[in-house]
């Protein structure tokens, strides 16, 4: 019952998003964030992810308004991801200003693609769908959800804009063959890996981090690229930042993938403490503690 009740809801904010004007979608959009916030949709979680990050000193209320600051801003990304279809791709393309376009000319000149390693900052899926607007083959390797009727709706529009899903955990072969025919394959690299992922930094607390993408990368030969896009304002504009390949200095693998994950780290770092309240915080990105 509870899953049709979340595809019913999921539907309705679908079609809310598919016929507001676009100059209300954002209004609607934060009050949709606020509504979660203030229902307490994750709400401990991220008010104690915020502590962690920024240390537990702050004036009182902070984290509480860049809490809600942080669920507005998912609120308005949620808006936009859903009225994608309706977008005009050449429209789209120019909704994105590119930093860094060099270095994704390079992997594709080259002709073996390259790994992109992102996070839940910003709206990353404008980042993917206006790369896909600009002509560039893009591949998102996703972890499906557990609803599968939402699913195939998020899937849907994902593949409705240009850009390859492939699914996680069944991916090796399928990433290959990405990766083979020159795409830009795109990991989330900022969730919990429990025991699975490497411990790196991440705002100074040791994160469990995970090791996939690099390793790919690695063992492919290809360009490891860490990516972030943000919102510049409520009409629509966002900036993607493709940072320069990150390069190991160690021939063995556990220590390489280490050295990668360990500047991905700090590269989200820097990037999120910019605009705190486009990071996604109310994931636990700290749940695994070192033994």
């Known amino acids: 019952m509870s899953e049709s009740l979340e595809t019913l809801g999921v539907r309705a904010v679908l079609g809310l998003a598919r016929t507001l004007p676009r100059g209300a979608a954002p209004g609607v959009g934060r009050a949709l964030?606020?509504?979660?916030?203030?229902?307490?949709?994750?709400?401990a979680v991220c008010l104690e992810n915020l502590g962690r990050a920024f240390g537990t000193a702050a004036e009182t209320g902070v984290y509480e308004r860049l809490g809600r600051h942080a669920y507005e801003h998912v609120g308005m990304?949620?808006?936009?991801?859903?009225?994608?279809?309706h977008e005009d791709p050449a429209a789209l393309r120019d909704r994105m200003d590119v930093q860094g376009e060099q270095h994704i000319r390079a992997a594709l000149a080259a002709g073996n693609g390259a790994i992109v390693a992102s996070g839940h900052f910003g709206n990353w899926e404008?980042?993917?769908a206006c790369a896909a607007a600009r002509g560039w083959p893009v591949t998102f390797v996703?972890?499906?959800?557990?609803?599968?009727?939402?699913?195939?709706?998020?899937?849907g529009i994902r593949t409705g804009v240009g850009i390859e899903v492939v699914e996680r955990g069944m991916a090796l072969r399928r990433v290959h063959a990405s990766l083979a025919a020159n795409?830009?394959?795109?990991?989330?690299?900022?969730?919990?890996?429990?025991?699975?992922?490497?411990?790196?930094?991440?705002?100074?607390?040791?994160?469990?981090t995970p090791k996939g993408a690099a390793q790919l990368a690695l063992?492919?030969?290809?360009?490891?690229?860490?990516?972030?896009?943000?919102?510049?304002?409520?009409?629509?504009?966002?900036?993607a930042d493709f940072t320069p390949p990150?390069?190991?200095?160690?021939?063995?693998?556990?220590a390489a993938v280490l050295e990668?994950?360990?500047?991905?780290?700090?590269?989200?770092?820097?990037?999120v403490r910019r605009v705190p309240e486009q990071y996604w915080w109310a994931h636990r990105r700290w749940k695994t503690r070192p033994l």
């Not at 795109?186 to 040791?206: E, I, S």
């Not at 990668?260 to 990037?271: D, G, I, P």
């Open 33 to 43: 964030g606020r509504a979660a916030f203030a229902a307490g949709v994750r709400r």
């Open 77 to 85: 990304s949620a808006l936009e991801f859903l009225r994608l279809p």
């Open 126 to 128: 404008m980042m993917g």
């Open 142 to 155: 996703v972890q499906r959800l557990r609803n599968s009727a939402v699913d195939r709706i998020v899937q």
């Open 183 to 208: 795409r830009l394959v795109h990991f989330m690299c900022d969730q919990d890996a429990r025991r699975r992922g490497v411990f790196v930094p991440l705002f100074g607390v040791p994160a469990s």
């Open 219 to 239: 063992r492919m030969g290809v360009p490891f690229i860490p990516a972030f896009g943000w919102r510049l304002d409520e009409d629509g504009r966002h900036c």
């Open 246 to 254: 990150v390069v190991a200095r160690a021939t063995e693998e556990d």
């Open 260 to 271: 990668l994950l360990t500047e991905f780290n700090r590269r989200l770092e820097a990037a």
